[in-house]
């Protein structure tokens, strides 16, 4: 929307200064000094005009001032590579459920640098009481990965992995209230509605990482077309996973995002609070249990349906990348 | 009603004309209030993906994403945005890009990045 206020060059932008009330009281003043041989009600009535006129000059010289920059295209991040990044890392660790949300959001808070320390101990302490979960997400892919790599895989290894994922999930809340309670007090108001925010598309991310059909707004992002990008795959290899992927992932339970969407409700309205104790949230252990539990049997369907087409080639990259993922750890505060 | 408290009455109503038109004024082109952008596109907000992976910047006692050349916020469950650029808002952007977090390498191209519509920063942004 154009603005009705006078742009400012770039060289007037450098003595510019926002308006302050001092700066319109003082016009205020000016307007009635000049007018005090006119009647008491010319006055008000030029004081008033004074005031509607010049006021939006001072303002509109403070906004032209800060007008943006050309126009850049509106959707360049959701296709850039943060965020395929982050797909892709959704699409690989399910280990903590929501607790793993609430702690990966922590990463981009952008917190002060006096409470930066606080923050980064309570995010260690919750990467630290997912420990079992991501262990046993870890066996599950070195099982996968050994699968790939001799073209067999065990069922009751990868029942069995699986399984662990989601009982050590299970256990994630219950062992993270204390580190829960403490960020939300350390953190401001604002602090918290932007943790709320991030976990909110956290879990957005995940659902469109996680799901079965390609975005058709993004189809270079689907699951499969970034493999096949990965690994050269050609068009046959691809049509035949698709295929095996569908009868595969026909054998793991729908996911129904009720669950967790309720819990995230119940955490997010808890969180933005004056009062919260993680201790009330009672659905989160078998949210957790679910998120992550319905994730690892998903990433064991699809790798499954991956490897029978493999080059030697591809298997042995593929393999690699497995085992890159299972070593991968998210409480790493660097960027990869 | 005597000429003075008329006197008084009218001054006191140019008093508080004077001070709603500054208010009004300073809100429209200067300071900025958060408005619903009606011409906007189902899109024309920060992806999900971008807000998990971005920080924001505290302005207003609220966290604010710039993006697409806007700075956005969230007020009452729906994204809005500054029609202008609060000076605040203005200054931050000057001293670097927003920091990015990365997950995972894609495609050999990783690390922060300058968040989109981003001009004037440096690499590397704050930390």
């Given amino acids: 929307m154009e603005s009705p206020c006078p742009r400012r060059t770039p060289s007037a932008e450098q003595d510019y200064r926002p308006p302050t009330w001092h700066m319109v009281a003082t016009d205020m003043r000016g307007a009635r000094m000049k007018i005090l041989g006119i009647s008491t009600l010319s006055k008000i009535g030029m004081v008033v005009m004074a005031l509607v006129g010049a006021v939006p000059t001072v303002g509109c010289g403070g906004g032209a001032a800060n007008a943006p920059p050309s126009a850049t295209p509106a959707h360049a991040a959701d296709v850039d590579d943060v965020a395929a990044g982050l797909m892709e890392h959704h699409r690989h660790h399910h280990h903590g459920g929501v607790t793993l949300i609430i702690a990966l959001s922590l990463d981009t808070l952008g917190v002060s640098p006096e409470q930066r320390a606080a923050v980064e101990k309570i995010r260690s302490a919750l990467h630290a009481r997912m420990a079992p979960a991501l262990n046993a997400e870890q066996e599950l892919t070195a099982v996968l990965a050994d699968g790939v790599a001799v073209g067999k895989f065990d069922p009751a290894r990868v029942v069995a992995a699986i399984a662990q994922v989601s009982t050590a999930a299970a256990g994630v809340h219950a062992a993270s209230t204390e580190a829960l309670n403490e960020l939300h007090a350390t953190l401001t108001p604002p602090e918290r509605a932007a943790l709320v925010d991030k976990v909110e598309a956290h879990w957005s991310v995940w659902q469109k990482a996680n799901a079965e059909e390609s975005d058709p707004a993004n189809p270079e992002r689907d699951r499969l077309a970034m493999l096949a990008t990965d690994l050269g795959l050609t068009q046959e290899q691809v049509d035949r996973i698709r295929a095996s992927l569908h009868t595969k992932l026909k054998a793991v339970p729908q996911f129904d995002p009720k669950e967790v969407d309720a819990h995230l409700r119940a955490f997010g309205d808890a969180f933005r609070g004056n009062k919260f104790d993680a201790k009330t949230l009672g659905a989160a252990n078998s949210a957790n249990a679910h998120l992550a539990g319905w994730g690892a049997a998903q990433l064991a369907s699809f790798i499954e349906a991956v490897s029978p087409v493999l080059t030697p080639d591809q298997r042995t990259e593929y393999v690699q990348k497995l085992r890159e993922h299972a070593l991968h750890n998210s409480s790493d505060g660097e960027n990869p | ?127």
Wanted: aromatic share 14%; glycine share 16%.
């Fill in chain 2, 1 to 127: 009603m005597s000429r003075v408290h008329r006197t008084g009455a009218f001054r006191r109503l140019a008093c508080a004309v004077g001070i709603g038109a500054a208010l009004v004024s300073s809100a429209g082109c200067g300071l900025e209030v958060g408005a619903t952008f009606p011409g906007m596109g189902y899109d024309d907000y920060p992806p999900d993906a971008y807000i998990a992976t971005t920080e924001p910047v505290y302005f207003e006692g609220r966290p604010a994403y710039w993006y697409g050349n806007r700075w956005y916020y969230r007020e009452g469950g729906r994204w809005n945005h500054y029609e202008r650029e609060p000076p605040g808002l203005y200054q931050r952007r000057m001293q670097g890009p927003p920091v990015r977090r990365t997950y995972e390498p894609s495609r050999g191209r990783s690390g922060p990045r300058p968040a989109p519509g981003h001009f004037g920063g440096r690499p590397g942004g704050r930390r």
